[in-house]
């Protein structure tokens, strides 16, 4: 009887075992990696949608929960309307504290209505976090570097634009209410969503000298008619109402400012660059990055994500600027911009002065010429991504919604009596089309510039010692020289912070040893040597540029088990032990 007892629980455990094998193979069935992406994460976040401030928020607060060794999570500071600006850094702290490695910053949605710099923002802080886990380059890199992501700096509007009526470049500016049409009051006449679905789209009328007609094979296009021909629509402009009798409509609201021209570098006041407000720093949002920035120097490069337009855009802003960047920088912008290109399919390399507009008091120019951080700014979504053939203007717009969003782009016309026109119609694009990715090419485009985000950041400076030597000099003395090599693109220095002295020289020490002079090596072939005579043990070097090295020379006296440092703000630190 017990042998039949002890039989039946060998039969069941083996059919437990034989089920539990069953069930593993059967999840394992169920997902399969995909290259180049993150396998069941932690933290399941949809990037085919868009966030409101508090989603943002929460998706940041579960990856520091989920991630605690790799991501930290504080507030910086606060919007206009009380609201935390929420920072991610990221890096592996198990090597190190984040400020000891050389830093990337990352924002975006400066401008409430370019919204998907936030996503684009976020999709950077779960893509590293969860990516560590399986990906030696990811390890490497949060091994040597740090990135902060902060991926809204404008969350008071960002809100606004989803929540309250808005068109698809409403509102560009934060919550500040001013007086935008000039008549001595203060948001008298904001937007009227006069149908209720929180779009703010476009009114026509019927009208015997319209020069409109409906097109017969699709309703929602107006076309013009010939010259010799009748119409029989009118376009009287923005869905809305006059509220202030001027004869304009929404035409006061959300203010005009501009926060991208509140930089404190070639600032220029509102009646040179309109869109300034007072005096640089005027608004907390960009007050509390500059101040963050301030006390990182470790970062040494930054993109911020705006859009739209499909550009990868670095600076000068104003041409009287061109002078700030001389040849070795932008031979850097160069190399990492027209990598971009290749990267970002559609996207193009510019200069904001030359190829789009004169930006003054912009946060591109304020990174680079304030602190001589590398920056870019990518204006996302470019036509392209739809069939992948340059845009076709308008008449593109209305295929994407037939072929491609199944008409979910597109307020269809319908009749609203209008308090002051009298019967119109209501209809047009909605506020999250055109300017912003429809859902399905919102991951692929995100991925696309985080990429090349992430190779910014892989060429910050990357510094080792090596080709460490000693020579015999007779008399109790020897002569030690090392090499400090960049592996990276970047120079410790760019020429901006060399011409300004923005950030402290690199520091190499040598410890363990007497030392009875320092140099560094300026010729080795000649022995052209340059002497530092205080505190000779510490040679100060200016620079390290990209991909290259410097030879420092010690003489001493005494010290067989020596080691030497560097320690660079922005290049980091290294050491090598004999």
């Not at 868009?50 to 999570?73: F, Q, R, S």
């Not at 600076?315 to 061109?322: F, I, K, L, N, S």
């Amino acid at each position: 009887m017990k042998k039949m007892k002890t039989t039946k629980m060998l039969i069941a455990l083996a059919v437990g075992v034989l089920s539990l094998g069953s069930y593993k193979a059967d999840a394992q069935e169920k997902f399969f990696r995909a290259v180049g992406t993150p396998h069941n994460p932690k933290v399941d976040i949809a990037f085919n949608r868009y966030y409101t401030y508090e989603g943002l928020v929460d998706n940041m607060k579960k990856i520091a929960a989920a991630h605690p060794n790799l991501a930290k999570l504080e507030s910086i500071g606060k919007s206009y309307e009380g609201r935390d600006m929420w920072t991610l850094t990221i890096t592996d702290f198990s090597t190190g504290k984040d400020t000891d490695k050389p830093g990337m910053w990352i924002d975006g949605n400066i401008h409430s209505n370019e919204i998907q710099g936030g996503e684009f923002s976020l999709y950077g802080a779960w893509y590293l976090t969860e990516m560590f886990a399986d990906n030696e380059f990811i390890q490497q890199l949060l091994k040597d570097k740090v990135f902060y992501i902060t991926p809204t700096i404008n969350p008071d509007a960002r809100n606004d634009f989803f929540l309250e009526p808005n068109t698809a470049n409403s509102p560009r500016s934060g919550m500040m209410i001013l007086d935008n049409d000039g008549d001595g009051v203060a948001g008298e006449d904001g937007m009227d969503d006069l149908d209720g679905d929180g779009h703010i789209t476009m009114m026509i009328r019927k009208s015997p000298t319209g020069r409109y007609i409906k097109d017969p094979q699709d309703p929602r296009k107006l076309i013009m008619v010939g010259a010799d021909k009748m119409g029989e629509y009118e376009m009287l402009g923005q869905e809305g109402t006059d509220g202030d009798g001027d004869g304009r409509v929404n035409d006061d609201g959300v203010g005009y400012y501009d926060p991208n021209r509140d930089w404190g570098w070639n600032w220029q006041p509102d009646y040179i660059q309109r869109g300034a407000l007072k005096y640089p720093f005027t608004l907390p949002e960009n007050r509390s990055i500059m101040e963050f920035v301030m006390k990182h120097p470790n970062i040494a490069g930054a993109q911020s994500f705006h859009n739209s337009g499909g550009m990868i855009l670095r600076g000068p802003g104003a041409e009287e600027d061109v002078s700030t960047y001389n040849r070795n920088d932008i031979r850097i912008y160069d190399a990492l911009g027209q990598k971009g290109e290749e990267m970002i399919p559609g996207y193009r390399y510019l200069t904001v002065y030359k190829d789009l507009y004169s930006v003054f008091g912009g946060e591109l120019d304020w990174f680079y010429g304030v602190r001589g951080v590398f920056t870019f700014s990518n204006e996302l979504m470019v036509p392209y991504l739809y069939f992948h053939k340059q845009g076709g203007g308008q008449n593109e717009m209305f295929e994407v919604d037939e072929f491609l969003t199944m008409g979910d782009a597109f307020v269809m016309w319908k009749e609203f009596e209008h308090p002051q026109f009298g019967t119109v119609e209501i209809g047009g694009f909605k506020k999250t089309f055109g300017r912003a990715h429809p859902g399905f090419l919102l991951e692929q485009d995100a991925h696309r510039n985080v990429a090349f985000t992430i190779y910014h950041a892989y060429h910050t400076p990357k510094l080792s010692i090596m080709d460490v030597k000693e020579e015999d000099l007779g008399g109790g003395l020897k002569a030690i020289t090392a090499t400090i090599y960049n592996e990276r693109l970047m120079p410790t220095h760019a020429s901006q912070d060399l011409k300004y002295k923005i950030e402290r020289p690199d520091y190499v020490t040598i410890s363990g040893a007497k030392v009875v002079a320092g140099f560094v090596v300026e010729d080795e072939d000649f022995n052209k040597l340059s002497e530092q005579k205080n505190n000779p043990e510490k040679i100060l070097v200016d620079n390290v540029p990209g991909m290259t090295g410097v030879k420092v020379k010690w003489i001493v006296s005494s010290g067989s088990n020596y080691s030497i440092t560097v320690d660079s703000a922005k290049g980091g630190k290294a050491s090598w032990k004999k």
